[in-house]
């Protein structure tokens, strides 16, 4: 089930949209099994970092719930029409908020841009079980090879 909510004019209230997706549309949360949210982004959101995590770890808890964000990092400060936001920051900076959002919802934290991705917690989970089994290969290898001088 996808909830879509449109913020126009250069907003970025996250907390109106978070507050209209869980307490509108995630009100029958029995009827579901797992449910997670989708925030993808170019900004930092109006309202400061740690009300939204506040609020996130609160909400999350209460439905079972996981926040992702994917932030895309735009080379501009103001969009098409010219409209500045009401906070901002840097993309750096955007990316430290998101990651503290995100780990107060126990969700995943993407971030890309037009040269490509600069983090993701997906890949750096795949990156890191690659490394496991290269390593549990090359211990394999020096049984196997041990074994092999024994006999």
């Avoid at 969009?79 to 908020?97: H, K, W």
């Avoid at 995100?102 to 040269?115: D, I, K, L, S």
């Amino acid at each position: 089930r996808w909830v879509l909510s449109l913020q126009c004019k250069g907003s970025r209230n996250f907390m109106s949209a978070l507050r209209r997706a869980v307490e509108v549309d995630f009100k029958d949360k029995d009827k579901h099994k797992s449910q997670g949210l989708y925030l993808l982004t170019t900004g930092i959101p109006d309202q400061e970092t740690h009300t939204i995590s506040a609020y996130v770890a609160e909400v999350c808890r209460g439905f079972d719930l996981q926040l992702h964000v994917c932030l895309f990092s735009v080379m501009e400060d103001v969009d098409s029409n010219g409209i500045i936001p009401a906070r901002y920051a840097n993309p750096t900076e955007t990316a430290i908020a998101f990651k503290e959002i995100v780990q107060a919802a126990n969700g995943r934290f993407h971030w890309f841009g037009e040269a490509g991705i600069f983090e993701s917690d997906d890949i750096t989970v795949i990156v890191s079980e690659m490394e496991k089994a290269n390593n549990y290969s090359q211990k394999c290898a020096f049984l196997v090879e041990s074994l092999k001088q024994r006999s």
